[in-house]
T-cell receptor, first 116, second 116 residues
Framework: AQKITQTQPGMFVQEKEAVTLDCTYD???????LFWYKQPSSGEMIFLIY??????QNATEGRYSLNFQKARKSANLVISASQLGDSAMYFC?????????????FGSGTRLQVQP | GAVVSQHPSWVICKSGTSVKIECRSL??????MFWYRQFPKQSLMLMAT?????????EQGVEKDKFLINHASLTLSTLTVTSAHPEDSSFYIC????????????FGPGTRLTVL
């Protein structure tokens, strides 16, 4: 079984500052993938970043980076230079690799509000 | 790109009627599509995994006779909510994966269903 925990229901950040959204996970799969998605008020889920459990380096995509600490089972999302358009719900998700199950397990989400 | 569309984006229907929601991968072929349900201010819950040319795999607790899934081609999956009731009102969102790389799931914009 897989479990994703996001302990921050809401976060505020000033525009142009960096913010870290927490995500911890639990799984018995030896290999797995971790994902972050953004959901604006319009509802669509936008893929942000992916980290494989065997990747040696932390993933980065533009202003997004994933602080992956395997021993602590954490996969925090760091958004640098926050913009007003970053205000949205953010979901951490995972999937076991090599299990044949390709569906994602999602956390409860964190609502980020960027203030001018 | 990896674009997934859903139609309709919102629908209001009377109790007892059936509603069909379409999910299309526009610029890639998706052997697998996923259907999720999201209640207000909650996370996404997987309903079923839809495989092209075969029967869908439903999650525990999801009634397969009520939520009919058809994955007729590599670019189209449909979800039919049969004999809809007010408790079926929700945000339904599909995703599709290209099956390459990290097998990232790309989501459609979602369908908001309201049953009166």
């Amino acid at each position: 079984a897989q479990k994703i925990t996001q302990t921050q229901p809401g976060m505020f950040v000033q525009e142009k500052e960096a913010v870290t959204l927490d995500c911890t996970y639990d799984t018995s799969d030896p290999s797995y993938g971790l994902f972050w998605y953004k959901q604006p008020s319009s509802g669509e889920m936008i893929f942000l970043i992916y980290q494989g459990s065997y990747d040696q380096q932390n993933a980065t995509e533009g202003r997004y980076s994933l602080n992956f600490q395997k021993a602590r089972k954490s996969a925090n999302l760091v958004i640098s230079a926050s913009q007003l358009g970053d205000s949205a719900m953010y979901f951490c998700a995972m999937r076991g690799e090599g299990t044949g199950r390709r569906a994602l397990t999602f956390g409860s989400g964190t609502r980020l509000q960027v203030q001018p | 790109g990896a674009v997934v569309s859903q139609h309709p984006s919102w629908v209001i229907c009377k109790s007892g009627t059936s509603v069909k929601i379409e999910c299309r991968s526009l610029d890639f072929q998706a052997t697998t599509m996923f259907w999720y349900r999201q209640f207000p201010k909650q996370s996404l819950m997987l309903m079923a995994t839809s495989n092209e040319g075969s029967k869908a795999t439903y999650e525990q607790g999801v009634e397969k006779d009520k939520f009919l899934i058809n994955h007729a081609s590599l670019t189209l999956s449909t979800l039919t909510v049969t004999s809809a009731h007010p408790e079926d009102s929700s945000f339904y969102i599909c995703s599709a994966s290209r099956g390459d790389g990290p097998d990232t799931q790309y989501f459609g914009p979602g369908t908001r269903l309201t049953v009166l």
